[in-house]
């Protein structure tokens, strides 16, 4: 129902910054939320950031005051601005779309490395 793909992953020193772009298709006007997620060799996906439509924001702890996550004015797009990188950043980063009471849609996903 809904299509998601990422793009803006690529390598970057630590101290650097990336913006992530996720761009919806299909029964965008039915999306409750959307967030981006992170997964690394040998770890579990967890919560990088998300948003619902009223435009309420949740972070996780890691990257609090580092990442920002906002929606284009269409709802179409959301981005993700990751500011004072590290390392442990390094992950492949998925955006997600929560459209009603639907399983949650995927995007493909975008790699993103932190080198030292």
């Known amino acids: 129902q809904v299509q998601l793909v990422e793009t803006g992953g690529g390598l970057v020193q630590t101290g650097g910054s990336l913006r992530l772009s996720c761009a919806a298709s299909?029964?965008?006007?039915?999306?409750?939320?959307m967030g981006w997620y992170r997964q690394a060799p040998g770890k579990q996906r967890e919560l990088v950031a998300a948003i619902t439509s009223g435009g309420s924001t949740n972070y996780g702890d890691s990257v609090k005051g580092r990442f920002t996550i906002s929606r284009g004015n269409a709802k179409n797009t959301v981005y993700l601005q990751m500011n004072s990188l590290k390392p442990e950043d390094t992950a492949v980063y998925y955006c997600?779309?929560?459209?009603?009471?639907?399983?949650?849609?995927w995007g493909q996903g975008t790699q993103v490395t932190v080198s030292s």
């Open positions: 997600s779309a929560q459209a009603g009471l639907a399983p949650p849609s």
């Open positions: 299909g029964s965008i006007f039915s999306i409750a939320a």
